[in-house]
């Protein structure tokens, strides 16, 4: 293994709520201590309700982490995510134009896996066409809590294959 790819699910605070007391730090160490092992380290936040408005924030953890890459993932409600964690069309348009201003402040590349920036654009070209990207299935697999390896997290009921 080569590369690892870790979710952020916000600041501490949030992070913690969602997967556990006290994972923040965990993740964090784990996060150093993968990089000083060679291991190339991107991170991930799949933006919802309680964590989009920590854009910044995130960037700034992660980048004092070490990492050199940040993806924001737009949320798909499946599984314990309810509907009502989505962003509407405001918020995602604050997503958006938070991290072109992020990703112009740091010394980090910040990619966006977001269906909905064409719909604001109308166009497929513009200032956010080139961080614009998924990898699911192409150059990334997920593995599930369950062990199961997919493609694309976002559609979890195609499993490639087991861990287990």
């Known amino acids: ?28 160490k784990n996060i150093k201590l993968a990089i000083k092992n060679n291991l190339e380290i ?39 995510g309810k509907i009502e964690y989505d962003l509407n069309a405001v918020e995602k348009k604050q997503v958006i134009r938070d991290s072109l ?20 654009s109308g166009n497929k070209k513009g200032p956010f066409s080139d961080f614009l990207t998924c990898t699911g299935g192409r150059t990334q697999m997920t593995i599930l809590s369950n062990g199961d390896v997919v493609g694309c997290k976002m559609l979890p009921e195609f499993v490639e294959g087991t861990i287990l």
């Open 101 to 120: 201003k992020i990703r112009s402040l740091r010394n980090i590349a910040v990619e966006l896996n977001i269906p909905f920036y064409t719909r604001f």
């Open 42 to 80: 991107t991170t991930s936040t799949t933006l919802m309700t309680f964590n989009y408005f920590q854009t910044k924030e995130i960037i700034s953890v992660v980048s004092a982490l070490g990492v050199k890459k940040h993806y924001f993932n737009s949320f798909v409600p499946s599984g314990n």
């Open 1 to 28: 293994m080569k590369k690892l790819n870790i979710s952020i699910d916000g600041n501490k605070k949030t992070h913690d709520i969602i997967r556990g007391s006290g994972i923040f730090d965990q993740v964090a």
